[in-house]
C-alpha cells in the first residue's frame, strides 16, 4: 500500500520537524508549510489525504484554512491548539475540523487519532467499489442515503455534509428510534475513545440539524433526550 500523504501546516519549527520524524517514521509520507497561506497552497497543488493544522499561522490563521478545505476538499482536517476554552473547541469544529487536540499533547495520542481517521477512510473505500444493495441505501422517511456512493437526500435534494456529519447521519439512521448517550456516539462514529469533551458531539449534531431540519430549533428527526443523548426518527 503506498505511503498515505500528511500535510503539516505549523509555524513552530521544533514541532514541526518533531511531527514531521515521527509521522514518516510510522510510515507516513509528510508534506510542511510554515504558514497559512502556503499550507491551502500545497493542499491545492498536492492533495494530501490529511491536514494536520496549528490555529494559530501566519498570513492566514488556520481555522480560515480550514473553512476553505473543507469547502474544497473531504480529507481529515485535524487542528492544533493551545486553545483550550471550550468555545474555541467548538469554534474550530464548526469550521470544518474533523478532529481537534490541544498543545500540549503527547504523540502517541496524535499517532491514535491519525491512524483512527485512516481506518474510517479505508472502510469507506472497501465498500465503495461494491453494487450498491439494499444494505447500502438507507431509506428513512424522506431521507436516502447511499453508504457506498457517501452521498446523502431529503426529499430528492442533495444534502451536503461534511465526512463526520455523514458518519454521525448513518450511524443514527442505521439505528432509528435508539436513544444513543454521546460518549457512545463518540466512540462508535469518531472510532477511538475521543480525548476531548463531549460537546463535539453536540457540535456536530448542531451542525447537521442546521442542514436536515426545517427548523434547527425544532428538529423533528434529530431529537435530543434530555439527560440521556440523542436520537433519530424519521
Known amino acids: 500500500m503506498p505511503e498515505r500523504k500528511i500535510l503539516i501546516v505549523e509555524d513552530d519549527d521544533t514541532l514541526l520537524s518533531l511531527l514531521k520524524y515521527n509521522l514518516e517514521k510510522d510510515g507516513y509520507q509528510t508534506l510542511t508549510a510554515g504558514d497559512g497561506l502556503k499550507g491551502l497552497e500545497m493542499a491545492r497543488q498536492f492533495k494530501p489525504e490529511m491536514v494536520i493544522l496549528d490555529w494559530m499561522l501566519p498570513k492566514m490563521d488556520g481555522l480560515e484554512v480550514c473553512r476553505i478545505l473543507r469547502k474544497e476538499m473531504t480529507i481529515p482536517i485535524l487542528i492544533l491548539t493551545a486553545k483550550t476554552d471550550e468555545i474555541d473547541k467548538i469554534l474550530g469544529l464548526?469550521?470544518?475540523?474533523?478532529?481537534?487536540?490541544?498543545?500540549?499533547?503527547?504523540?502517541?495520542?496524535?499517532?491514535?487519532?491519525?491512524?483512527?481517521?485512516?481506518?474510517?477512510?479505508?472502510?469507506?473505500?472497501?465498500?465503495?467499489?461494491?453494487?450498491?444493495?439494499?444494505?447500502?441505501?438507507?431509506k428513512a422517511g424522506e431521507f436516502e442515503i447511499d453508504v457506498a456512493r457517501h452521498t446523502a437526500k431529503k426529499t430528492g435534494q442533495a444534502l451536503e455534509l461534511t465526512p463526520k456529519e455523514f458518519d454521525l447521519l448513518v450511524f443514527l439512521v442505521r439505528n432509528s428510534s435508539q436513544?444513543?448517550?454521546?460518549?457512545?456516539?463518540?466512540?462508535?462514529?469518531?472510532?477511538?475513545?475521543?480525548?476531548?469533551?463531549?460537546?463535539?458531539?453536540?457540535?456536530?449534531?448542531?451542525?447537521?440539524?442546521?442542514?436536515?431540519?426545517?427548523?434547527?430549533?425544532?428538529?423533528?428527526?434529530?431529537?435530543?433526550?434530555r439527560g440521556v443523548g440523542y436520537k433519530f426518527e424519521p
Open 94 to 138: 464548526e469550521m470544518g475540523a474533523d478532529d481537534y487536540i490541544t498543545k500540549p499533547f503527547s504523540l502517541r495520542e496524535l499517532l491514535a487519532r491519525v491512524h483512527a481517521a485512516f481506518r474510517r477512510i479505508d472502510m469507506q473505500q472497501a465498500a465503495a467499489p461494491q453494487p450498491a444493495s439494499s444494505s447500502q441505501i438507507l
Open 179 to 225: 436513544v444513543f448517550s454521546r460518549d457512545i456516539l463518540l466512540s462508535r462514529v469518531w472510532g477511538y475513545d475521543f480525548a476531548g469533551d463531549s460537546r463535539t458531539v453536540d457540535v456536530h449534531i448542531r451542525w447537521l440539524r442546521e442542514k436536515i431540519e426545517k427548523n434547527p430549533e425544532s428538529p423533528e428527526h434529530l431529537m435530543t433526550i
